[in-house]
């Protein structure tokens, strides 16, 4: 059995070649059941199993935890491990740091989403927060536009300055800011990777033909944006029926009478299928938005991704 460390996964899951490996692997069919989820001190700290496989292949399952708490502490508030297990004949095969991987996979889906959502000449992207994700966020876009300026925005400006030395330390140049109104005016692709419980992103400040990545509110009781701006937009999923059960915005909105399920237009396979089986974007002042929460298919193919780089 191979530990694959942290160190590994972000050598062996470069942006470019993991967004290609999503694209081509959400074509090919994978089972996955509904992920689990366990809260075992009764409060918001939670444990999270979600498995996926390819029969006779391999499985692998994923152990999240989450614990808010840890941000005050300076600690992470997710970490995960993940365990691959051949399902020919039941064997333990891998065990991957499954916080890396998350953290690839989650950013890497997002730039896949951008680049079928977003106007095709986007040059300006915002990261919303300064935790784990953010820097992940603006190193996968990178890959996929020809980005002329990147901004960290948060609500701790020296949080977004070491989001940006740590940028820099990888070659992308960012410049943090305090200015949220300013970003979003400026701003053709918005990435959101934040813990927001309540609404920060006013609906009137995203302008037209913005595309926005949602992608820190993943349970029914978060959100980044206002709910009053889904009726606005042309609105697609990482996964439909999760986001339909655990997505923040949208289902708040479709609790409020905002939206109806109709409305997410598809999710992120559909987008990515050649040709598309959906239209993504129809026209330059179109607003889209891609609502992820994050689903156990993404993790496999990204796990499948580091073994073959292992095995290579």
Partial sequence: MQFIAKED????????PLIEALAKGLGEPIESPPRSHFNPNHDASAVLIMPAWRPHQIMGTKIVSIWPENNSRGQPAVSATYVVTSCKDGTPLAVIDG???????????????ARALARP???????LGTGALSAHMAMAHHSVFGLSEIAIWGRSLDKAYRVVASLAQVGVVAHATSDLQLALANADIVAAATTASTPFIPS?????????????????NMAEAELQLLPRVRLFADNRAAVLEKGGEVVQALRAGLISAQDVLAELSELVASPALVDGRRSEPDIT??????FAALDLIAAEHVLSGVAG
């Fill in 289 to 294: 938005v891609f609502k992820s929460v994050g």
């Fill in 121 to 127: 000449n986007s040059q300006r992207l915002v990261v």
């Fill in 9 to 16: 996964v972000e050598r062996l899951a470069p942006y470019g």
């Fill in 204 to 220: 009137a400040w995203v302008k037209a033909g913005t595309h926005l990545g949602l992608v820190g509110a993943f349970t029914a």
């Fill in 99 to 113: 916080t890396e991987l998350t953290l690839r996979r989650t950013a890497a889906a997002a730039a896949l989403a």
